[in-house]
């Protein structure tokens, strides 16, 4: 398996998993949509994957986005 990458970003980074992964079928690539994201439930997941990753492939995201400091390139 190749590098771990996690696309993090809006309705877009969907896409953006699904190229990397028909292009490259030996990255492990995971992707969190922040606009789906249940706060209470996947935060620790979403934390997790960026954490983990070996890359991060980013949508800019605003500050303040849903209230979460988190979710920006900030």
């Not at 398996?1 to 809006?10: D, Q």
């Not at 690539?29 to 934390?47: A, P």
């Amino acid at each position: 398996m190749g590098p771990k990458i996690y696309a993090h970003g809006n309705c877009q980074v969907y896409f953006m998993h699904k190229l990397l992964r028909e292009k490259h079928s030996d990255l492990d690539v995971s992707f969190g949509e922040v606009h789906k994201l249940d706060l209470q439930r996947d935060m620790d997941q979403y934390e997790s994957d960026i954490r983990n990753a070996d890359f991060i492939i980013s949508q800019n995201v605003s500050g303040q986005y849903r209230g979460e400091k988190r979710f920006s390139l900030d």
